[in-house]
């Protein structure tokens, strides 16, 4: 529990100062101008007063207990205070100063030593590297940010200092409030995990958002998120999405970013919103803060102009929403209380005169429809639009239901009269319809994910023993790399259909063994150093005679000697030749933070051009890789187009888990993949032809 830290009774700010100029004088005047009721000490050994009062030699000096400590001294000196801190029973730390991890080797070791000083007293640490930690309903502002944000139920972490300055800037602005706002920086002990835990079970607070930067451990991250979100919405924006954004995290913060496509599977399993931008943050968590939550996808529009109203009836589609069909009753209303030139179905468009009587008047009507789950108020300033009292109007029907109300007052000069209405009333609002339209989305993903039951990862009864003693043979001949060849036994151990197939060491083997299969037959090289065998033409379809099976062998020998010279040479791969199937391909990448990454596309050079894939982290539930399936873009491909049969949608999602189930069982399978595995038609399973795979 994290209790001394958000609700101390006492706080001593190390390293607090008279100079206005120093983060110490500003740390302790947030303090006190937040209206902390505790008691404060300053300490500083060359001050006998700061702010009007009495400042310590040493926190030891303190008469009376010390719940928490807030440093702001130069680095080489922390890990002294800190233990006088520990002795002092201080029970946590805020660690504003800078240069440790982030600034070498030499502060990594520095961080290293606050680590075992808190670990030996039982001290929970925040940072370092910091802004620092607000809690508007003790209240306690320890930082050094420029005022306090409102009281509120949203809390806020960021491993971003900076950030937390800007968005706290912008809270104060429009009247956004929080419950806690925490800077990580570091996060050397106090983490997204430690706060998802408190913040999940925290009755101040009923939205969590997040800029994260990275996780340390990514398997406890999506525990703690799913735990956290099965009560309350939690709702991330994730940096580092590309390369060099990534790069840009490690030397920031020294953390390690993980793979955007793993941070994508985690959240989505963890029920996790990932926020494209900080906007987007906002426009949700405000949603979610303020109104109730949506209960179905219908959304009805009311606007005194046509054009944003299909911007905001285009926006729907991409959200997973739809535009609500009124009923027959609610149009006949309409109809009464609306001019006869207004348009009475969904979008309903009042006329660009409409005052405020006749917005309430539809507004007030459409609401009371049952068939729609939330609404969107369109104002665009023209000359008879009342702008306050619109809001007004807003505010008061959306304190009377239990459903969504969200404003869109187009503009800014004349709109803001009314938007300040709204955001001191607790009315989301946005200044165009497409933002508002994605809050409702998230809105409705976040309860589709809720509302969805909660089941375990499915596991399979298969052979373990078989591949942990191919893999010890593997690690006994000094290899790292599985190929085809080799690899049937772990997809046959694991429950995969694979073809017939056998290695011939020569090329009267190869045709024994085409005998015993029956032509055609497919022919690979056969080589523990030739893992992908496309790329030196090491595959040879529909070979369907004796003379032709010798004169594949001879070929692909020579290939694989011409490309590859050192490579050993088993010989070739004799394979049964399947047809009429469709190609995906599943495969894994052992991910830094998250562990095993379970990727789903259509196989083939589908893969490899449109790169349509999707990713989960394993193990997963039957009904994560049934979304995982459902998620490609090509998805329709596999339900049968054009005549077309459709495949065995079950047999891929089989074979998924069953992948997920192999590189949970060993986690010294670093990558794999199987490329094809051809899917039959419904009910007729799927063929694991090709499968390379890698050890750590």
Request: aromatic share 6%.
């Amino acid at each position: 529990m994290l209790e001394k830290l958000f609700h101390p009774s006492s706080v001593a700010v190390i390293g607090a100062s008279s100079n206005p100029g120093k983060l110490g004088h500003q740390v302790l005047a947030n303090l006190i101008a937040s209206g902390f009721g505790g008691a404060l000490y300053p300490v500083n050994p060359k001050a006998d007063e700061i702010l009007g009062l009495e400042a310590y030699g040493s926190v030891t000096d303190i008469p009376g207990p010390v719940d928490l400590v807030v440093v702001v001294i130069p680095n080489k000196f922390v890990a002294d205070v800190l233990d006088e801190s520990g002795r002092k029973g201080v029970k946590a730390a805020i660690i504003i100063t800078a240069g440790f991890r982030e600034a070498g080797p030499e502060g990594v070791a520095m961080e290293q030593d606050l680590l075992r000083v808190a670990e030996q007293y039982g001290m929970r640490l925040v940072g370092p590297n910091c802004l620092g930690v607000i809690d508007t309903h003790t209240p306690m502002n320890a930082s050094f940010a420029a005022g306090t944000p409102e009281p509120g139920s949203i809390a806020f972490m960021s491993q971003s200092g900076a950030l937390c300055t800007a968005i706290l800037d912008f809270a104060l602005a429009e009247h956004i409030g929080f419950s806690q706002f925490v800077s990580l920086g570091n996060k050397a002990d106090v983490d997204d995990v430690a706060l998802l835990d408190v913040w999940g079970d925290d009755p101040t607070t009923n939205v969590i958002i997040a800029y994260v930067e990275g996780v340390s451990d990514g398997a406890k991250f999506i525990e703690a998120a799913r735990t956290a979100a099965s009560k309350k919405p939690v709702i991330a924006v994730k940096s580092g999405r590309t390369a060099s954004g990534s790069k840009a995290v490690s030397s920031h913060t020294g953390s390690l970013a993980g793979s955007d496509a793993a941070y994508d599977a985690a959240f989505s399993q963890a029920g996790v919103l990932r926020a494209n931008s900080v906007q987007d943050l906002f426009d949700w968590s405000t949603a979610f803060a303020y109104q109730p939550l949506i209960k179905g996808n219908r959304v009805a529009i009311v606007t005194n102009a046509g054009g944003p109203g299909v911007m905001a009836t285009d926006a729907l589609e991409r959200n997973g929403l739809v535009l609500a069909s009124l009923q027959p009753e609610t149009e006949e209303r309409l109809a009464e209380v609306l001019p006869a030139a207004a348009n009475i179905h969904n979008p309903v468009d009042v006329l660009g005169d409409a005052r405020a009587d006749r917005y309430t008047a539809a507004l007030e009507v459409v609401v009371a429809d049952p068939g729609v789950d939330g609404v969107v108020v369109i104002v665009t300033p023209q000359t008879t639009t009342e702008i306050e009292k619109t809001a007004e109007a807003l505010v008061r029907e959306s304190e009377k239901v239990d459903k969504p109300l969200l404003g869109c007052w187009m503009g800014s000069k004349e709109a803001s009269r009314g938007t300040q209405i709204l955001a001191k009333n607790k009315v989301p609002n946005y200044p165009f319809p497409e933002r508002a339209i994605g809050a409702l989305g998230a809105m409705l993903r976040y309860r589709t994910w809720r509302d969805t039951p909660v089941t375990t990862a499915e596991t399979f009864d298969v052979d373990k023993v078989s591949v942990e003693e191919l893999l010890n043979e593997v690690r006994a001949d000094g290899r790292t790399a599985i190929g085809d060849a080799e690899a049937q036994t772990i997809l046959q151990a694991y429950g995969f259909t694979t073809p017939k197939s056998a290695v011939a060491p020569t090329p009267d083997e190869a045709v024994k063994v085409c005998a015993e299969i029956g032509y055609p037959v497919v022919a690979k090289i056969a080589s523990p150093d030739i893992l992908h065998k496309s790329d030196v033409g090491g595959i040879i379809v529909g070979v369907d005679s004796d003379e032709a099976m010798r004169e594949a062998f001879d070929t692909l020998i020579e290939r694989a000697k011409e490309h590859q010279p050192d490579a050993t040479l088993w010989g070739v791969q004799v394979q049964e030749m399947v047809s009429d199937a469709r190609e995906v391909i599943i495969g894994m990448n052992r991910d830094p933070q998250f562990g095993p990454l379970v990727m789903f596309g259509l196989g083939g050079i589908y893969v490899e051009v449109l790169k349509d894939v999707t990713f989960r982290v394993a193990p997963m539930t039957r009904t994560q890789a049934e979304e995982m399936v459902r998620s490609i873009r090509s998805f329709k491909l596999l339900t049968g187009v054009r005549g077309q049969a459709a495949s065995d949608l079950d047999a891929v999602v089989d074979a998924i888990l069953r992948i997920a189930q192999l590189v949970t069982d060993f986690p010294a399978i670093s990558e794999l993949d199987i490329n094809p595995l051809l899917v039959r038609e419904e009910g007729e399973g799927a063929v694991a032809v090709d499968m390379r795979l890698v050890l750590d």
